[in-house]
C-alpha cells in the first residue's frame, strides 16, 4: 500500500481557511500582506494569522506560510519584524525563494522548517540535492516536470516533494517570467503579475505569414482527479492545489473533490459528494493532465478566462405579442438546453468558444412568455439578455447558482473549537509541599502550595482520587491530556485542597498564554538585540571591497555572451576590439575549441550553462564539465548546475535567472561557493548601486541586448507534421523555429523555439544603458547580449562600451542609435 500524501489547499482569507479544513484539507498555505506571490489576493492581516493557525492546529492541519516573492533591501527591516511575528506561532513551515531570505532565515532565525517556491525554479535531482543539503525538509517541483521523472527524484533523495495537482498554469517556467514586469511594472517575481499569458496575440512565422491569433499563452487548468492512484505511486509528499485568489467555494469544492479521490486511492471507505461535474463547474479553462503525464495540447487559445461548462446553444425564437413589444433594454434571448443540462435563476451565461460575452440570468421564460423556475434538460426556453447573439453559438453555464451555495453552506460549517489539550503532573510527597504543573502548546508553568500532604488520619489518597478531582477542568476552556504524578503510598490530602492545585495552576497556565499572545506580534528586547541590530548593521557596514573601489580603475570589464555559438571565422575578428570576456554555451558545438581560439586572443572565456536543465539535460552537462576545457570559469543558469559545480575549483558566476535582488542574496552565493552574480533586470539604478557597492562578490550588469522574458515547455507553433516525425522523451518537436507574437497594442515579440523544444519569447525593443551606468561604481563587469546584431553593429557596440561611453560629451557613435531601446526597468523599477 502507497503511503497517502498530504492534501495541500490555498487559503487566501480566513473564510478560505475554514473550507479547507471542511473540505479534508491535511494542509494549507496562505500569506499576510506582505512578501507573498499573491499580493493581489485579500490575504490575512496578523492578527487573522495566528487565528488561523491557531484554529488549523486544533483540527490537525499543518500552516505553511509564502514568504516567496524577491525581497528589495528596503524592506528588510519590516522582514524582519514578520519573521519575528511569524516565530511565535509554531509553524510547520515556510515557503520561500528569494536568496537573501534564504541567508537571513538560516542564520538568524533557524528555528523556521523552509520549503522552495515554484519560483526558487528548481528542475531536477541535482537542484533538490542543493536544497536537501541546505537543511530544507520540502522541495516543489516543477509543473513541466513528467511523473516519471518525479518518482525517479523521490528514489535518489530524501527531501519531502511537492507536486501540482489541480488549478492554473502559468505559460512560463516560475520564477523566469519578466514579461508583466516589462510590460507595465508589475512584477510576477513580486507577487504582482497582471497576467499577460491570458491576453490575445496573433503569431507570425519567420516570414511574417499569421499563423494563428487567440489567447496563445493561456494554458488549460490541471486536473488529476483520474490520476490519483498513478500519482501517489510515485512516493510525492505533498499534492498542491493551487487557488489563493480563488473564492472559498472553490476552495472547499476542489478540496473536498481531492480528499475523497486520495481516500479512494489508497483503499479508504469514502463516499463522494463533489464529482467530475461539480469540478467543471467550479472553475476551469478546460482541463489538462498536463507535463505530468507528458500532455502535449496543454493551451486554449479560445478562452483566457473561466469559460464554464456547455450546456446548449442559442436559438431564434417565434416572435409572439410579448416578446415582439418588449421595451427593455433587455431583450428575449432562445436558449436551447442539452439533454443534461438544468438552468435557475442566479446562474452565470458565456456566449462563444470565447466567453468574453456573458450575462447573469435574472429569470427564465418560455419562448411565449411564461416565467419558469426553472429550465430542464432539452427544453427551449426564454431568458433576459441585453446582447445580441447570433442563433448556433455555444452556450456555457460559468457560473451554477446551486451548486455554489451548497458548497458555500457546507464549506462554511462551523467547526467545532477543541480546546487546547493539557497535560497535568504531581509531586505528592509527604513532609515537602504539594506541586503540579501543567502545559499544553510548548508552554508550563508550576504551582508549589503553601501546604503538604500529611500523615492520614484514617484514609489515604490514592491515584484515582488525585485522577478525578485533577480532571474537572470542564468550562476552562481546555481540554484534558495525560495526569502523572509521583505519589507516597500513606498520604493525604482534602479534596478541596486537590481543588486548589488545580485551580491556582490553570491560572498562571492562562497568564503564561496570554503574556505569550500579547507578545507574539511584538518584537521583544531580546530579539531585538538578537536579529535585528547586527543584520542592520551588517547591511549599513561597507565591505572591504567597497572601500577598495575608491581607488580601483574607473573602466569596467566589457564581457560579450553568445547566445548561440558562432563561428570559428567570427570569434577571430573579436581581436582587438576591446573585449575583457566572451560568454560561449556550454553545450555549442565545439566549445573547447573555440574556447582555445579566444584565450589565444588574450580573452577570458565563461562557458554558459542552459537555463533549465531537467535531469536528461544535467547528465549532459555533467558529461562536458568534466573535459578540460581551459575556460575561466562558468556561468550556471540554476541550482542544478550550483550542485553539479560548487564543490569544484572552477569560477562560478550566477546568471540574472538566478533572481539577485539584494545584498543578502550576494551573501548567500558566496557562502555556496559563487564568485559572480549577474542583477536582476528588473531593478533601478538605486537598487543596483546599493546592491553592488556592498556585494562581497563580482557584480555583473547587462548593459545591451535582447531581454529574455519567457521560456517555456509549451509549443506555440503547433506544427503537426513536425510533432509526428521529431519526437523527443518528452514528446516535444525539436525542430529550430521562428516567429513574433503581437499583442493587442500592436507590440511585436520575438520568439524562437531552441533545438530542446523549449520556446523563447523576448522583448521587442533592445535594452541599452548609456552614459547612467557610469555612476554604479560597484559594478565590475557590462555584459553585452549578442543575439542577431550584425558584425559591423557588434564591433560599435562593443566599441562604445569599451571606451566610447567614457567620452565627455555623452554622445552616440555613428551606427549607434536609441530608436527601438528601452531601458527597461533601469530607471522606474518595478512593484
Given at each position: 500500500?502507497?503511503?497517502k500524501?498530504?492534501?495541500?489547499a490555498?487559503a487566501g482569507?480566513?473564510?478560505?481557511?475554514?473550507a479547507?479544513?471542511?473540505?479534508?484539507?491535511?494542509?494549507?498555505y496562505?500569506?499576510?500582506?506582505s512578501?507573498?506571490?499573491r499580493r493581489?489576493?485579500?490575504?490575512m492581516?496578523d492578527?487573522?494569522?495566528?487565528?488561523?493557525?491557531?484554529?488549523c492546529?486544533?483540527?490537525?492541519?499543518k500552516?505553511?506560510?509564502?514568504?516567496?516573492?524577491?525581497?528589495k533591501?528596503?524592506?528588510?527591516?519590516e522582514?524582519?519584524?514578520?519573521?519575528?511575528?511569524?516565530?511565535n506561532?509554531?509553524?510547520?513551515?515556510?515557503?520561500?525563494q528569494?536568496m537573501?531570505?534564504?541567508y537571513?532565515?538560516?542564520h538568524?532565525?533557524?528555528e523556521?522548517?523552509?520549503q522552495?517556491?515554484?519560483q526558487a525554479?528548481?528542475?531536477g535531482v541535482?537542484?533538490?540535492?542543493?536544497?536537501?543539503e541546505?537543511?530544507?525538509?520540502?522541495v516543489v517541483?516543477?509543473?513541466?516536470?513528467?511523473l516519471?521523472?518525479?518518482?525517479?527524484?523521490?528514489?535518489k533523495?530524501?527531501?519531502?516533494?511537492k507536486i501540482?495537482?489541480?488549478?492554473?498554469l502559468c505559460?512560463a517556467?516560475?520564477?523566469?517570467c519578466l514579461m508583466?514586469?516589462m510590460i507595465?511594472?508589475?512584477?510576477?517575481?513580486?507577487?504582482?503579475c497582471?497576467?499577460?499569458?491570458?491576453?490575445?496575440?496573433r503569431?507570425?512565422?519567420e516570414?511574417?505569414?499569421?499563423?494563428?491569433e487567440?489567447y496563445?499563452l493561456?494554458p488549460?487548468?490541471l486536473n488529476?482527479?483520474?490520476d490519483?492512484?498513478?500519482i501517489?505511486?510515485?512516493?510525492?509528499?505533498?499534492?498542491?492545489?493551487?487557488?489563493?485568489?480563488?473564492t472559498?467555494?472553490y476552495?472547499?469544492?476542489?478540496?473536498?473533490?481531492?480528499?475523497e479521490?486520495?481516500?479512494?486511492?489508497?483503499g479508504?471507505?469514502?463516499t463522494?459528494t463533489v464529482?467530475?461535474q461539480?469540478?467543471?463547474q467550479?472553475?476551469?479553462?478546460d482541463f489538462?493532465r498536463?507535463h505530468?503525464?507528458n500532455?502535449?495540447?496543454l493551451l486554449?487559445?479560445?478562452?483566457?478566462?473561466?469559460?464554464?461548462?456547455l450546456?446548449?446553444?442559442?436559438v431564434?425564437?417565434v416572435?409572439?405579442a410579448?416578446?415582439?413589444?418588449?421595451?427593455?433594454?433587455?431583450?428575449p434571448?432562445?436558449?436551447?438546453?442539452?439533454?443534461d443540462?438544468?438552468?435557475?435563476v442566479?446562474?452565470?451565461?458565456?456566449?462563444?468558444e470565447d466567453g468574453?460575452?456573458?450575462?447573469?440570468?435574472?429569470a427564465?421564460?418560455?419562448?411565449?412568455g411564461r416565467?419558469?423556475?426553472?429550465?430542464?434538460?432539452?427544453?427551449?426556453v426564454?431568458i433576459?439578455?441585453?446582447?445580441?447573439?447570433?442563433?448556433g453559438?455555444?452556450l456555457y453555464?460559468?457560473l451554477?447558482k446551486?451548486?455554489?451555495d451548497?458548497?458555500?453552506?457546507l464549506?462554511?460549517q462551523?467547526?467545532?473549537q477543541p480546546?487546547a489539550a493539557?497535560?497535568?503532573?504531581?509531586?505528592?510527597?509527604?513532609?515537602?509541599?504539594a506541586?503540579?504543573?501543567a502545559s499544553?502548546q510548548?508552554y508550563?508553568?508550576?504551582?508549589?502550595a503553601?501546604?503538604?500532604?500529611?500523615?492520614?488520619?484514617?484514609n489515604?489518597i490514592?491515584e484515582?482520587?488525585?485522577?478525578?478531582?485533577?480532571s474537572?477542568?470542564?468550562?476552562?476552556g481546555?481540554e484534558?491530556?495525560?495526569?502523572s504524578?509521583?505519589l507516597d503510598?500513606?498520604?493525604?490530602?482534602?479534596r478541596?485542597q486537590l481543588?486548589?492545585?488545580?485551580?491556582e495552576?490553570?491560572l498562571?497556565?492562562?497568564?503564561?498564554?496570554?503574556?505569550?499572545?500579547k507578545?507574539a506580534g511584538?518584537?521583544?528586547?531580546?530579539?531585538?538585540?538578537m536579529t535585528?541590530?547586527?543584520?542592520?548593521k551588517?547591511?549599513?557596514e561597507?565591505?572591504?571591497r567597497?572601500?577598495?573601489?575608491?581607488l580601483?580603475d574607473?573602466?569596467?570589464?566589457?564581457s560579450?555572451?553568445f547566445?548561440k555559438m558562432?563561428e570559428?571565422q567570427f570569434?577571430?575578428l573579436?581581436d582587438?576590439?576591446?573585449l575583457?570576456q566572451v560568454v560561449l554555451?556550454?553545450?555549442?558545438?565545439g566549445?573547447?575549441?573555440?574556447?582555445a581560439l579566444?584565450k589565444?586572443?588574450g580573452?577570458a572565456v565563461?562557458l554558459?550553462?542552459p537555463?533549465?536543465?531537467d535531469d536528461?539535460?544535467t547528465?549532459?552537462?555533467?558529461?562536458?564539465?568534466?573535459?578540460?576545457?581551459?575556460?575561466?570559469?562558468f556561468?550556471?543558469?540554476?541550482?542544478?548546475?550550483?550542485?553539479?559545480?560548487?564543490k569544484?575549483s572552477?569560477?562560478?558566476?550566477a546568471?540574472?535567472?538566478f533572481?539577485l535582488?539584494?545584498?543578502?542574496?550576494?551573501?548567500?552565493?558566496?557562502?555556496?561557493g559563487?564568485g559572480?552574480?549577474?542583477l536582476?533586470?528588473?531593478?533601478?539604478?538605486?537598487?543596483?548601486?546599493e546592491?553592488s557597492?556592498?556585494?562581497?562578490?563580482?557584480m555583473?550588469?547587462p548593459?545591451?541586448?535582447?531581454?529574455?522574458?519567457?521560456?517555456?515547455k509549451k509549443?506555440?507553433?503547433?506544427?503537426?507534421?513536425c510533432?509526428?516525425?521529431?519526437k523527443?522523451t518528452?514528446g516535444?518537436c525539436?525542430q529550430?523555429?521562428?516567429?513574433?507574437l503581437?499583442?493587442?497594442r500592436g507590440?511585436?515579440?520575438?520568439?524562437?523555439?531552441?533545438?530542446?523544444?523549449l520556446i523563447?519569447?523576448?522583448?521587442?525593443?533592445?535594452?541599452?544603458?548609456?552614459e547612467?551606468i557610469?555612476?554604479?561604481?560597484?559594478?565590475?563587469?557590462?555584459?553585452i547580449?549578442h543575439?542577431?546584431?550584425?558584425?559591423?553593429?557588434?564591433?560599435?557596440?562593443?566599441g562604445?562600451y569599451?571606451?566610447?561611453?567614457?567620452?565627455?560629451?555623452w554622445?552616440?557613435p555613428?551606427?549607434?542609435?536609441t530608436e527601438?531601446?528601452t531601458?527597461?526597468s533601469?530607471?522606474?523599477g518595478?512593484?
Amino acid at each position: 500500500m502507497n503511503k497517502k500524501p498530504e492534501l495541500l489547499a490555498p487559503a487566501g482569507t480566513m473564510e478560505a481557511v475554514i473550507a479547507a479544513i471542511n473540505g479534508g484539507a491535511d494542509a494549507v498555505y496562505f500569506g499576510g500582506k506582505s512578501f507573498n506571490a499573491r499580493r493581489n489576493a485579500e490575504n490575512m492581516t496578523d492578527e487573522e494569522i495566528k487565528a488561523a493557525v491557531t484554529l488549523c492546529h486544533q483540527h490537525g492541519v499543518k500552516v505553511y506560510v509564502t514568504l516567496n516573492i524577491l525581497i528589495k533591501n528596503c524592506e528588510m527591516s519590516e522582514l524582519v519584524s514578520t519573521l519575528n511575528f511569524l516565530k511565535n506561532l509554531n509553524l510547520d513551515g515556510l515557503i520561500v525563494q528569494d536568496m537573501g531570505l534564504i541567508y537571513l532565515i538560516r542564520h538568524y532565525f533557524p528555528e523556521f522548517k523552509l520549503q522552495t517556491s515554484t519560483q526558487a525554479s528548481v528542475y531536477g535531482v541535482e537542484g533538490v540535492l542543493f536544497f536537501q543539503e541546505l537543511g530544507f525538509s520540502r522541495v516543489v517541483l516543477p509543473r513541466e516536470m513528467p511523473l516519471t521523472q518525479v518518482a525517479e527524484i523521490k528514489k535518489k533523495t530524501k527531501v519531502e516533494l511537492k507536486i501540482f495537482t489541480h488549478g492554473a498554469l502559468c505559460y512560463a517556467y516560475s520564477g523566469q517570467c519578466l514579461m508583466s514586469s516589462m510590460i507595465g511594472g508589475r512584477s510576477g517575481n513580486r507577487g504582482l503579475c497582471a497576467q499577460p499569458c491570458r491576453k490575445n496575440y496573433r503569431l507570425f512565422d519567420e516570414n511574417n505569414r499569421l499563423v494563428q491569433e487567440g489567447y496563445l499563452l493561456s494554458p488549460k487548468d490541471l486536473n488529476t482527479l483520474d490520476d490519483l492512484e498513478t500519482i501517489i505511486a510515485s512516493g510525492v509528499d505533498s499534492l498542491k492545489i493551487e487557488g489563493r485568489m480563488k473564492t472559498p467555494e472553490y476552495v472547499y469544492g476542489i478540496t473536498r473533490a481531492y480528499r475523497e479521490g486520495i481516500d479512494a486511492a489508497v483503499g479508504d471507505k469514502t463516499t463522494k459528494t463533489v464529482d467530475n461535474q461539480a469540478v467543471m463547474q467550479v472553475f476551469n479553462r478546460d482541463f489538462t493532465r498536463g507535463h505530468l503525464f507528458n500532455e502535449a495540447d496543454l493551451l486554449n487559445a479560445q478562452v483566457g478566462k473561466n469559460r464554464g461548462v456547455l450546456i446548449g446553444q442559442v436559438v431564434s425564437l417565434v416572435k409572439t405579442a410579448k416578446n415582439q413589444n418588449h421595451k427593455s433594454a433587455y431583450q428575449p434571448l432562445g436558449i436551447r438546453l442539452n439533454e443534461d443540462a438544468q438552468l435557475h435563476v442566479g446562474d452565470g451565461l458565456s456566449f462563444g468558444e470565447d466567453g468574453k460575452m456573458g450575462t447573469k440570468v435574472d429569470a427564465i421564460f418560455t419562448p411565449a412568455g411564461r416565467r419558469l423556475e426553472q429550465g430542464l434538460g432539452g427544453d427551449t426556453v426564454a431568458i433576459p439578455c441585453r446582447y445580441g447573439v447570433s442563433p448556433g453559438t455555444p452556450l456555457y453555464k460559468n457560473l451554477d447558482k446551486n451548486l455554489m451555495d451548497s458548497l458555500k453552506q457546507l464549506g462554511f460549517q462551523s467547526l467545532d473549537q477543541p480546546g487546547a489539550a493539557v497535560n497535568f503532573k504531581l509531586l505528592l510527597k509527604l513532609g515537602q509541599p504539594a506541586a503540579i504543573t501543567a502545559s499544553t502548546q510548548g508552554y508550563a508553568v508550576t504551582y508549589i502550595a503553601a501546604f503538604s500532604p500529611e500523615v492520614p488520619l484514617k484514609n489515604p489518597i490514592d491515584e484515582a482520587m488525585v485522577r478525578e478531582q485533577i480532571s474537572r477542568i470542564g468550562g476552562t476552556g481546555y481540554e484534558l491530556g495525560t495526569i502523572s504524578m509521583a505519589l507516597d503510598d500513606q498520604v493525604f490530602l482534602s479534596r478541596s485542597q486537590l481543588n486548589t492545585l488545580r485551580k491556582e495552576v490553570l491560572l498562571k497556565l492562562a497568564e503564561a498564554l496570554a503574556d505569550a499572545e500579547k507578545n507574539a506580534g511584538n518584537t521583544s528586547e531580546l530579539n531585538q538585540t538578537m536579529t535585528i541590530v547586527p543584520l542592520e548593521k551588517e547591511l549599513a557596514e561597507k565591505s572591504d571591497r567597497f572601500k577598495k573601489l575608491q581607488l580601483a580603475d574607473s573602466k569596467k570589464r566589457v564581457s560579450l555572451a553568445f547566445e548561440k555559438m558562432p563561428e570559428h571565422q567570427f570569434l577571430a575578428l573579436l581581436d582587438g576590439l576591446g573585449l575583457d570576456q566572451v560568454v560561449l554555451p556550454l553545450l555549442g558545438e565545439g566549445a573547447a575549441e573555440k574556447t582555445a581560439l579566444l584565450k589565444d586572443l588574450g580573452i577570458a572565456v565563461l562557458l554558459k550553462t542552459p537555463k533549465i536543465m531537467d535531469d536528461q539535460l544535467t547528465k549532459k552537462v555533467r558529461r562536458l564539465v568534466t573535459k578540460e576545457m581551459n575556460q575561466d570559469g562558468f556561468l550556471i543558469g540554476n541550482y542544478e548546475a550550483l550542485q553539479l559545480l560548487n564543490k569544484t575549483s572552477s569560477y562560478l558566476e550566477a546568471d540574472q535567472s538566478f533572481n539577485l535582488f539584494n545584498t543578502l542574496a550576494t551573501r548567500a552565493l558566496k557562502e555556496w561557493g559563487v564568485g559572480g552574480g549577474v542583477l536582476s533586470p528588473e531593478l533601478m539604478e538605486t537598487e543596483l548601486k546599493e546592491i553592488s557597492e556592498h556585494s562581497e562578490i563580482a557584480m555583473v550588469l547587462p548593459v545591451y541586448g535582447s531581454q529574455e522574458l519567457m521560456v517555456s515547455k509549451k509549443c506555440l507553433f503547433g506544427c503537426k507534421n513536425c510533432l509526428e516525425k521529431k519526437k523527443g522523451t518528452t514528446g516535444l518537436c525539436r525542430q529550430e523555429m521562428t516567429g513574433k507574437l503581437v499583442d493587442e497594442r500592436g507590440f511585436a515579440f520575438p520568439i524562437e523555439r531552441d533545438d530542446q523544444g523549449l520556446i523563447h519569447v523576448y522583448n521587442g525593443d533592445t535594452l541599452f544603458l548609456r552614459e547612467e551606468i557610469l555612476e554604479l561604481k560597484g559594478v565590475d563587469t557590462w555584459r553585452i547580449h549578442h543575439h542577431d546584431e550584425s558584425m559591423e553593429k557588434l564591433r560599435i557596440i562593443i566599441g562604445y562600451y569599451s571606451q566610447g561611453i567614457y567620452d565627455k560629451h555623452w554622445g552616440l557613435p555613428e551606427g549607434l542609435g536609441t530608436e527601438g531601446t528601452t531601458r527597461g526597468s533601469f530607471r522606474r523599477g518595478v512593484k
